[in-house]
């Protein structure tokens, strides 16, 4: 099974910071990459799919970059709705979940 | 609307086996896999296993080989997991989820999600 690793597994930040969140796979994945987020009680959402594309309906202050092994999930513009976990998924291989970020203030 | 429904809460023993539901509705049934997932109180995500409801076919990540069954039932357009020789560390959320594909594309992800079930390994 491919490793998922993702980094850090929680940070601070206030309103208006910009946040980056960084996810490494064991091997390459090429562009087979997802960023979802979880808040407390709820079901994952997808944020960014196919490493940098947005999904619709999802607020552009998000954004995927990378390929291959490293990827990266920004955040432009912290606001209060974003303070929740987020996990990286590669769906190049059956599928794996990196550890989660929990993003608090 | 496309939804995945799950069974009720369970409470076993350890060393007992659970059957955890999800039935699907407003789409092609054999058309998309359903993939399970398990979170842990506190825990990150964990992908266990897939099948394919059109040929019931399935792949189980490499933890659960051997103790996890995936079936399905095309007549009642339900997706089964059943975990066995179950340990307190088996306690979590269960959630089914079906693959959605980009348009045209080869890229998929999860959703929709079921509403999970919780299953609690208790003596």
């Known amino acids: 099974d491919i490793q998922m690793t993702q980094s850090p597994s929680s940070l601070s930040a206030s309103i208006g910071d910009r946040v980056t969140i960084t996810c490494r796979s064991s091997q390459t994945i090429y562009s087979y990459l997802n960023w979802y987020q979880q808040k407390p009680g709820k079901t994952p959402k997808v944020l960014i799919y196919a490493a940098s594309t947005l999904q619709s309906g999802v607020p552009s202050r998000f954004s995927g970059s990378g390929s291959g092994t490293n990827f990266t999930l920004t955040i432009s513009s912290l606001q209060p709705e974003d303070f929740a976990t987020y996990y990286c998924q590669q769906s190049y291989s059956t599928r794996t979940f990196g550890q989660g970020t929990k993003v608090e203030i | 609307q496309v939804h995945l429904v799950q069974s009720e809460a369970e409470v076993k023993k350890p060393g007992a086996s659970v059957r955890v539901s999800c039935k699907a509705s407003?789409?092609?049934?054999?058309?998309?896999?359903v993939h399970w997932v398990r979170q842990a109180p506190g825990q990150s995500l964990e992908w266990m296993g897939w099948i394919n409801p059109g040929n019931g076919n399935t792949r189980l990540s490499q933890k659960f080989q051997g103790r996890v069954t995936i079936t399905r039932d095309t007549s009642a357009t339900t997706v089964y997991v059943e975990l066995s020789r179950l340990s307190f560390e088996d306690t979590g959320l269960y959630y089914c989820a079906r693959d959605t594909f980009s348009p045209g594309g080869p890229y998929n992800w999860f959703d929709p999600w079921g509403q999970g079930t919780l299953v609690t390994v208790s003596s």
């Open positions: 407003g789409y092609t049934f054999s058309s998309y896999a």
